[in-house]
T-cell receptor, first 114, second 108 residues
Framework: GAGVSQSPSNKVTEKGKDVELRCDPI?????LYWYRQSLGQGLEFLIY????????KSGLPSDRFSAERTGGSVSTLTIQRTQQEDSAVYLC????????????FGPGTRLLVL | RKEVEQDPGPFNVPEGATVAFNCTYS??????FFWYRQDCRKEPKLLMS???SGNEDGRFTAQLNRASQYISLLIRDSKLSDSATYLC?????????FGAGTTVTVRA
């Protein structure tokens, strides 16, 4: 079946601009996660959605970052007033439920802020 | 101290060799454990879950030592295609914490 999809696959933007990154989770998966991976680094948790519960935003690095999940499916991660240090690969993952279920990752969006 | 730590390597091994590496985690309440494989410029893909009793999947063996708070991965009879970065992941309260990865390069 279809896996997690993300768009765009690559995004180049200028410092100070806003960007929106999209994630389509696997159909039926109730849990959705956003991570960030900087060059040569591990994955950094950003935010987590589970069903209709309030999201866990504890990993968002600043108030310039926000995310929404509409209708329990598609999610959008928004970065306002981008900075060069925001350059990274943004990965989305989904799992059937929260807790101990394994997570399935999308291909990521490579963001470069000039 | 980082939540999850790994030896970055690289581990350069000849084809057919056995290679093993560990990952340590800091929170003893961690609930579940995984190994992911990540190829260059690709997303992580689940390699295997790690169970308390240890588990094997073909040439790959994973073990968990809760007392010492580490997990391990052993690759037997290494293939060129095993060259990748191996990320360990630790689940606590539905959030995965990842190590920075161990790079393995298998040479002909």
């Amino acid at each position: 079946g279809a896996g997690v999809s993300q768009s765009p696959s690559n995004k180049v933007t200028e410092k100070g601009k806003d960007v929106e990154l999209r994630c389509d989770p696997i159909s039926g998966h109730t849990a959705l996660y956003w991570y960030r991976q900087s060059l040569g680094q591990g994955l950094e948790f950003l935010i987590y959605f589970q069903g209709n519960s309030a999201p866990d935003k504890s990993g968002l690095p600043s108030d310039r970052f926000s995310a929404e999940r509409t209708g329990g499916s598609v999610s959008t991660l928004t970065i306002q007033r981008t900075q060069q240090e925001d350059s990274a690969v943004y990965l989305c993952a989904s799992s059937p439920n929260a807790g101990e279920e394994t997570q399935y990752f999308g291909p990521g969006t490579r963001l470069l802020v000039l | 101290r980082k939540e999850v730590e790994q030896d970055p390597g690289p581990f350069n091994v000849p084809e057919g060799a056995t290679v093993a590496f560990n990952c340590t985690y800091s929170n003893s309440a961690s609930q579940s454990f995984f190994w992911y494989r990540q190829d260059c410029r690709k997303e992580p893909k689940l390699l295997m879950s790690v169970y308390s009793s240890g588990n094997e999947d073909g040439r790959f063996t994973a073990q968990l030592n809760r007392a010492s708070q580490y997990i391990s991965l052993l690759i037997r009879d290494s293939k060129l295609s095993d060259s990748a970065t191996y990320l360990c992941a630790v689940n606590l309260d539905y959030k995965l914490s990842f190590g920075a990865g161990t790079t393995v390069t298998v040479r002909a």
